[in-house]
């Protein structure tokens, strides 16, 4: 059982930047591919970014390439998100999950087994 949680959302304007921290505890954290899912108001969880186990491999939603960073530290167990360039349809609240699934880099955010609670992200126009 892997427990997650988020941290470093909030408001910032459009053309902001911020970084999203997610911390793992409970299991082997480096066994896992991690993401990073959105969803706003009404609208299912959709793909934002992962990287492999070892963080040797990333893939990113096209809406993001450029501006999103996604890394991670194996000897703090945690997964970051680095945001830059902000919309304001990027509002949302952001999660990260945790998967043993090898075709984690899909995007499927069925294929992941463990959720965070969330953080808002407010990108003002």
């Known amino acids: 059982q892997v427990h997650l949680v988020e941290s470093g959302g909030g408001l910032v304007q459009a053309g902001g930047s911020l970084r999203l921290s997610c911390a793992a505890s409970?299991?082997?954290?480096?066994?896992?591919?991690m993401g990073w899912f959105r969803q706003a108001p009404g609208q299912e969880h959709k793909f934002v970014a992962t990287i492999s186990w070892s963080g040797d491999k990333t893939y990113y939603a096209d809406s993001v390439k450029g501006r999103f960073t996604i890394s991670r530290d194996n000897a703090k167990n945690t997964v970051y998100l680095q945001m830059n360039s902000l919309k304001p349809e990027e509002t949302a609240v952001y999660y990260c999950?945790?998967?043993?699934?090898?075709?984690?880099?899909?995007?499927?955010?069925?294929?992941?087994?463990?959720w965070g609670q969330g953080t808002q992200v407010t990108v003002s126009s």
């Open positions: 999950a945790a998967t043993l699934h090898r075709q984690y880099y899909s995007g499927n955010h069925y294929l992941y087994d463990y």
């Open positions: 409970g299991g082997t954290f480096s066994r896992y591919a």
